[in-house]
């Protein structure tokens, strides 16, 4: 992760006692950090966060927790941010923990996640106008995507999408459909390793969470549930 932001209390985000609630990119950076985390609950022993781009005491235990289970393997590896003590901190330095679970604390941990897809020009894809859209392998995977999320269009009660590889607000609402709706039969699974999308950009940089979610998960619980 380059060029990286420091959020600002009034401008990014806003404090309500112990509660940090993000606007805009940081808001989008929250809820990537609570999903980022989920990734370490079992190694660093704590409960999966809800991703909802608001920053409390669940998510600053979480953070505090990896970092102790880091330093417990390898006190050396270095922090490239103010450990925090409070909710505040990690929504100054999102954008550092996150950049740092995704190095150090994966390789220390010994935690495999799947690659998010980055945006920007000569990264893995872009936006024009409303659509995301990649080259390569990562248009394949856009394009795995709807096709998973076809399965699930009389279920969840959408039209079903186009397989064109190009990631629009439509693509973003039927993810964000099917995880409503297996949320609503097991609302333990409401824990997830991506943000459930609120926009094409979550849907396009979390693609191969959320594939792998529909067709494990997702499959599961209402593929099974309605005998389809």
């Known amino acids: 992760m380059q060029d990286m932001t420091e959020y600002a209390s009034g401008k990014d985000w806003s404090a309500s006692g112990a509660i940090i609630s993000g606007k805009g990119m940081a808001r989008s950076d929250f809820r990537g950090l609570q999903a980022d985390l989920n990734a370490y609950a ?8 809800g991703i909802d781009g608001v920053i409390g005491p669940k998510t600053l235990d979480a953070v505090r927790k990896v970092i102790a289970a ?14 925090p003590d409070k909710p505040e901190n990690v929504a100054r330095y999102a954008q550092w923990i996150r950049d740092w679970l995704q190095t150090m604390a994966s390789k220390t941990l ?6 998010v897809y980055q945006q920007g020009a000569g990264k893995d894809w872009n936006i024009k106008g409303d659509i995301a859209y990649g080259a390569g392998a990562v248009h394949d995977e856009f394009q795995q995507l709807q096709r998973s999320l076809n399965q699930f269009a009389d279920v969840a009660g959408f039209k079903k999408l186009e397989v064109d590889g190009f990631i629009g607000p439509r693509t973003a609402e039927a993810t964000k459909a099917v995880f409503d709706k297996v949320v609503e039969i097991n609302p333990l699974l409401g824990v997830t ?5 609120d926009t094409k950009e979550e849907a396009a940089e979390y693609a191969a969470f959320i594939r792998q ?13 309605t005998g389809a």
């Open 42 to 49: 079992k190694v660093a022993g704590f409960e999966g966060v």
């Open 213 to 225: 979610w529909l067709d494990t998960t997702a499959a599961k619980t209402l593929l099974a549930e």
């Open 70 to 83: 880091v330093k417990a393997k390898n006190a050396l590896v270095p922090i490239s941010f103010p450990e």
């Open 110 to 115: 010994g935690v495999t996640t799947q690659r």
């Open 193 to 197: 390793l991506f943000p459930p999308p």
